[in-house]
Structures are given as structure tokens and as C-alpha cells.
């Protein structure tokens, strides 16, 4: 089993609708940040990746297909040469949409008061706790300070890097490999790309902000 597909685009574009699409298509199973956090002993690997390390993708990845969201798609040049038959969708979004989203969801996701405690007080008796630790450290080094400076609440900013992504993705990823793809557009673009059949049911459209609200308040529970 190997990657056949990498979506490169942010957080916040419809991602965790597509991991469900992907799977129904029969890419199973996609990596989310979702499969990430249930399992946070695979911050090492993102660590690396992160630290510029050489990385056992296929370690991580095994029993994988496909990969969306964050951390994946900050290496989709990497992935796309470690996995060179796998095809990349460029999932994007209105933009001033995606930036209210992201302010009011993973931008707020980090601890705070009695969750840095509960999280503090648990370290040493909680391997998992740890980890966690660990990748809120990450997604605070990768996305907020590296990939938007610090500067994240300068909305004209942060639009801006978003659309700068987009362009580089065009730029980077061979036309015939590549699918710009919002999820409204739903299945016929997505199966056409994929070489699929269209499912005989709705696409889904997932409420992904209820579903990272609900997250967090079990990242929290344990």
C-alpha cells in the first residue's frame, strides 16, 4: 500500500469533507490532522519533517492511501517525490472565508488556563499528554510563526500567504498531475481526476466546525 493522493492546500478548505469523500472512493485511509491527534506518538516523525530530518514516510503512513490537512500538505514536495505516482489536489477556498474560519477554530485551538494545568499536572504520569504537548509546540512553529510570521491577525497578511501557496502549488505540481478542487464542486470533478466511478450518493459536506469543536473537548476529556 502506498500514497495515491496529497492534497497540498490549508487547513480549513472543506479537508476533513474530503478525507471522508477520499475514503468512500476507496483511498482508505486518508491522514487528517483528526488521525494525527488520535494518535500523537506520530509527532516524531512530523518533528522531523519539521526540523528538515529525513522522514520514514512509509512508516508513517502505513495502512494509509491518501493524505489531506495539516501537517501533510506543508510537504507535498517531498511526498510527491517519495510517492511519484500519487496525484495532488490543490483543495482551496474562498479566501475570505477560509481566514474567518481558521481565526475561529485552529488559530484559538491552543491551551488555555485550566487546560495548560489539567495538561502540566498529567506529564508525568501521561505519555500521550506529552506528546500532545509536542504538537501544540509544532502547529505553533510551523503554521503561526514560520508559515505567517507571527502576523496571522493582520488579516490582508494572512490572505495573502494563502493565496501565495496556491500560486506555488500551480507552480510547482506538473498540469496533468495537479486538480484545483474546492469541495462544493462535489464528485464528478474529484472521481473524474481520480480515474473513479461517481458514487450513487450525496457528497459530504461535513460541519467541520462543529467536528473540531467536538475534538477538542476530547483532546481535553483524558
Avoid at 84 to 90: E, I, S
Avoid at 139 to 156: A, P, T
Wanted: net charge positive; glycine share 4%; hydrophobic share 40%.
Amino acid at each position: 500500500m502506498a500514497i495515491k493522493v496529497i492534497a497540498a492546500g490549508f487547513a480549513r478548505t472543506g479537508t476533513l469533507s474530503l478525507k471522508t469523500a477520499l475514503e468512500e472512493l476507496g483511498f482508505c485511509k486518508c491522514y487528517h490532522m483528526v488521525e494525527f491527534m488520535r494518535h500523537p506518538s506520530d509527532v516524531t516523525f512530523w518533528e522531523d519533517a519539521s526540523n528538515g530530518k529525513p522522514v520514514n514516510w512509509d512508516a508513517l503512513f502505513d495502512g494509509y492511501q491518501a493524505i489531506v490537512d495539516y501537517p501533510g500538505y506543508r510537504y507535498y514536495r517531498q511526498l510527491m517525490q517519495h510517492y511519484p505516482d500519487a496525484k495532488v489536489l490543490l483543495n482551496i477556498r474562498d479566501v475570505d472565508s477560509w481566514y474567518e474560519s481558521t481565526l475561529n477554530t485552529i488559530y484559538q485551538a491552543a491551551p488555555k488556563g485550566w487546560q495548560k494545568l489539567k495538561m502540566a499536572l498529567s506529564l508525568p504520569f501521561s505519555p500521550r499528554m506529552r506528546s500532545l504537548v509536542r504538537i501544540f509546540r509544532m502547529v505553533d512553529q510551523d503554521v503561526w510563526l514560520k508559515d505567517f510570521q507571527g502576523k496571522f491577525e493582520d488579516k490582508q497578511y494572512a490572505k495573502a500567504i494563502f493565496n501565495q501557496h496556491i500560486e506555488e502549488v500551480k507552480r510547482f505540481v506538473p498540469p496533468d498531475r495537479l486538480l484545483v478542487y474546492q469541495v462544493k464542486e462535489g464528485w464528478e470533478p474529484l472521481c473524474r481526476f481520480l480515474g473513479v466511478s461517481v458514487p450513487n450518493k450525496p457528497f459530504p459536506h461535513l460541519n467541520e466546525r462543529a467536528s473540531f469543536q467536538q475534538l477538542s473537548k476530547q483532546l481535553y476529556s483524558h
